[in-house]
């Protein structure tokens, strides 16, 4: 399938960017938070747009999160996996809880206060945060959550309908 024009057009702006302020590969940046979806609109302020992008992606596995910390109201499905993680398992989500938590609340910031190179800045910030730390951290315990094998835990077969 060939590559969509805009798309071209995109990595081309992108990699005069890239050099200008040291950013990761656009390859790297959207394997990871799926970048080029933002290609769909064209754009004065591509770094902007990646950005957003970017916190997007980082905004899911927070929400996911959140419902993992307290998952009061929240599905059946999730009190399941709860019960494979660990107290040091929490502790991880709660730091990498924090950490998303403080993007988010920079993305806040930049989309108050436009700059082109704090855009550039918080992309490579949260790129190599999230692919040296959180990623690892997330896949290990993620990984948890499809082990199939029954937990060492004894089970509670009785069932409850009220």
Known sequence: MAEKSSLKEMKNQYEKLKLKYRLPDFHSLNMIFEVEKTDLYETEFLLRKMRKAVSEKTSEYLRFIEIIMNPNNSPIFFFHLIKKLSGEDMEKLAKIYHDLSQFEIEAILLDL??????????????????????????????????????????????????
């Open 113 to 162: 206060d436009y700059s082109e190179e704090k855009e550039a800045e918080f992309i490579k910030k949260i790129y190599s945060h999230f692919n040296s730390d959180i990623k690892k951290e997330l896949l290990e315990i993620f990984r948890k959550f499809s082990n199939n094998k029954k937990d060492d835990k004894k089970e509670d077969n009785k069932t409850y309908f009220g």
